[in-house]
């Protein structure tokens, strides 16, 4: 596959207007170059026969070291009130953190 400019400098030029970029005309020239070797890399890549290349989920072929989920004694509800400083029937009252515009 050839290796061809398919972005040019206008288009660049339209990205960094949009991401707010200042860019002189050099910056806008490399960046432009950046970008076309980047495409050409993936025009690259894609051009490799996958077909029978196994899924790959993990470069190291480790796996997830995940503990069982098990049952545990939790605290009685009363004793969670108890050491609350402040408490209504079965909740815990906390300061209010985030006010609505109406407040």
Do not use: C, G, H
């Amino acid at each position: 596959m050839s290796k061809k400019n398919k972005i040019a400098e206008q288009e660049v030029r339209k990205i960094a207007e949009l991401s707010r970029l200042s860019l002189s005309s050099d910056e806008l020239k490399k960046r432009t170059e950046d970008m076309n070797n980047i495409i050409n890399y993936m025009d690259t890549l894609n051009e490799i026969d996958t077909d029978n290349v196994k899924e790959l989920y993990n470069v190291n072929d480790m796996s997830n070291s995940l503990r069982d989920d098990t049952f545990e004694q939790s605290l009685e509800k009363k004793d969670v009130l108890k050491n609350s400083p402040s408490s209504n029937d079965d909740y815990i009252e906390v300061p209010l953190t985030v006010k609505k515009e109406s407040q």
